[in-house]
């Protein structure tokens, strides 16, 4: 089956910077990535999603890419606020079955 | 005010005892989803309905059933063959079988002593 590997684990950047979270897959049959942030003790919102015909996509200060050929895909946070802290995941779609990563606890540092 | 509850939000049960988790959705979804999620882990599917009276295994199934009655019901149940019940149980909903996204609820932590 699917395998979506998730890096890094946690990650601090200061207010305003720009943060990366990477994630892998390993079935090419895949076409939908989506991302969720999660917050304490609620429930994963979506907040980005990509498919496999395109190659990146941007909504305000959030954007996703895509390599279908190296299979991963990555999450850019630019512009980061407090708000933005948070456990983030990807995931890969196959027969809309999604395969979720691990996470990324993200701690935005005023 | 449409979307996805989950109740309760904290539940607790003795060992050996079956519990069953409500999920219900007002969003018209077809598809609804069980997963679990365990500290520092993805999330795990159990169980998915891709219409009423029909539901398929996910990836760990054993030790859970559900049913699929209505539309905007997905009730789980933890028996009492699950090793490790203790854990975070979500519901999502997507609006059919040929939709990816899907929407969370809240979530219910269940503690089993």
């Known amino acids: 089956g699917e395998n979506v590997e998730q890096h890094p684990s946690t990650l601090s950047v200061q207010e305003g910077d720009s943060a990366v979270i990477k994630c892998t897959y390993s079935d090419s049959a895949s076409n939908y990535f989506p991302w969720y942030k999660q917050e304490l003790g609620k429930g994963p919102q979506l907040i980005i999603d990509i498919r496999s015909n395109v190659g990146e996509k941007k909504d305000q200060r959030i954007a996703v890419t895509l390599n279908k050929t190296a299979k991963h895909f990555s999450l850019h946070i630019t512009e980061t606020q407090p708000e933005d802290s948070a456990v983030y995941f990807c995931a890969a779609s196959i027969n809309e079955k999604l395969t979720f990563g691990t996470g990324t606890r993200l701690t935005i540092i005023p | 005010d449409g979307g996805i509850t989950q109740s309760p939000k904290y539940l607790f049960r003795k060992e050996g005892q079956n519990v069953t988790l409500s999920c219900e959705q007002n969003?018209?979804?077809?598809?609804m989803y069980w997963y679990r999620q365990d500290p520092g882990q993805g999330l795990r599917l159990i169980y998915y309905?891709?219409?009423?009276?029909?539901?398929q295994k996910g990836d760990i199934a054993e030790g859970y059933s559900v049913s699929r009655e209505k539309k905007e019901s997905f009730p789980l149940t933890v028996t009492s063959a699950q090793k490790n019940p203790t854990a975070f149980y979500l519901c999502?909903?997507?609006?059919?079988?040929?939709?990816?996204?899907?929407?969370f609820g809240p979530g219910t932590r269940l503690t089993v002593t």
């Open positions: 969003l018209n979804h077809d598809a």
């Open positions: 309905s891709q219409i009423v009276n029909d539901f």
């Open positions: 999502a909903s997507s609006i059919s079988s040929g939709s990816h996204e899907q929407y």
